[in-house]
């Protein structure tokens, strides 16, 4: 089965062709970021019209890179919530134009369990049931994943997203959007354990997060110390990540431990932290846990994930018509 998938839910419009839910004929993605970056964050309105401009050029070029025609295609699935309305609107509405022209099924698909997809789309990937973590600008979220189809929330954020974090600490110290490849790359020059950040609700049983106050804490010692030189800068970047990466980790194995799962993965923009996922594979290996990440071609938004996750909705018949709408809010 070929599926056209398509994301369009935030800062980037991606098309990508996936066949048997497994094997990515194309994947291509066209980001805003150059657009976004001079405002310190994503634009909602710039983001629609973006999305509008590109939506065309990019399934075009996802066809073509496919070698395929258009009639080889049986399915289309696009990104249908959680996200920005406006963004979402546009590659949904053209899901939904195409499928309807070509009467093809069209799957609505949960971004979030398209993120859990990219650790499907891996040359090796997990073994249901496994533990996974969607972490990114907008989320971050635990799920015990046993089946397919079945994704039990185990806990989240009760304010900002580990990547926000990421972000917003790198504008605090007048670095660029997005924070999180510029940290990890400044952190890698300094020791981590020079200054203490707080690790906000390591100390409860729950498997839910906190970012505020470690937010709040950098900005305080921001304001409190001169920080001036690039070496300043490296230190504060070291350890607040080692914050967010332990707080990351330590849920992450107490959740494999509460539900005796072996394999552990990790999806989402700020899983392409290759400090992230190193700290958690040596934690993970001494209890004999496996971790996954994928490539970070898959890390971040991509509409191979939106494809496969598809496949699956359209194989169970689990699909959308022309009054199914567009949503910004969801759990899962
Ligand atoms: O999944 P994604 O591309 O978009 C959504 O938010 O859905 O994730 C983007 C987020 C940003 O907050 C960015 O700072 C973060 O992922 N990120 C990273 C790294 N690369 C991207 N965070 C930490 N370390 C990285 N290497
Ligand atoms: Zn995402």
Redesign the pocket.
């Known amino acids: 089965m070929i599926i056209l998938g398509i994301e369009s839910s935030?800062d980037e419009t991606a098309a990508a062709v996936v066949q048997n839910g497994t094997i990515i004929l194309s994947s291509i993605i066209a980001s805003q970021m150059d657009t976004h970056c001079k405002y310190g964050g994503v634009v909602p309105e710039l983001a629609s019209r973006m999305h509008a401009e590109a939506i065309v050029p990019v399934v075009s070029e996802a066809v073509e890179k496919a070698g395929i025609k258009l009639a080889n295609i049986d399915g289309v699935a696009a990104t249908r919530g959680p996200g920005l309305i406006g963004a979402l609107l546009v590659g949904f509405s053209f899901a939904k134009a195409f499928a309807w022209a070509r009467r093809l099924p069209l799957a609505g698909v949960n971004h979030l369990e398209a993120h859990i997809y990219s650790l499907l789309l891996m040359e090796t990937p997990p073994a249901f049931p496994f533990i996974a973590l969607v972490v990114?600008?907008?989320h971050t979220n635990i799920y015990h994943v046993t089946s397919p189809h079945t994704f039990e929330l185990m806990g989240q954020t009760r304010d900002d997203a580990a990547?926000?974090a990421?972000?917003k600490v790198s504008k605090m110290m007048g670095m660029g959007y997005?924070?999180?490849?510029i940290?990890?790359t400044l952190a890698k020059t300094m020791d981590p354990g020079v200054i203490k950040f707080p690790r906000s609700l390591l100390d409860k049983k729950g498997f839910d997060f906190s970012f505020s106050g470690l937010k709040s804490s950098v900005a305080r010692y921001l304001h409190d110390h001169k920080i001036v030189t690039p070496g300043d800068k490296a230190q504060v970047a070291a350890s607040f990540q080692a914050a967010v990466l332990d707080v990351l980790s330590t849920k992450l194995m107490n959740a494999a431990r509460f539900k005796s799962c072996k394999r552990i993965g990790i999806s989402?923009?700020?899983s392409?932290?290759q400090t992230f996922a190193t700290l958690l594979t040596q934690r993970a290996e001494k209890e004999g846990i496996q971790v996954f990440a994928p490539p970070v071609s898959l890390?971040?938004?991509n509409a191979a994930m939106i494809a496969a996750r598809g496949t699956t909705m359209i194989e169970q018949g689990n699909t959308c018509d022309l009054n199914h709408d567009v949503f910004s809010r969801t759990r899962i």
């Open positions: 935030c990114s600008g907008g990547g926000e990421f972000d997005p924070g999180g490849p940290i990890e989402g923009g700020v392409a932290n890390c971040g938004d």
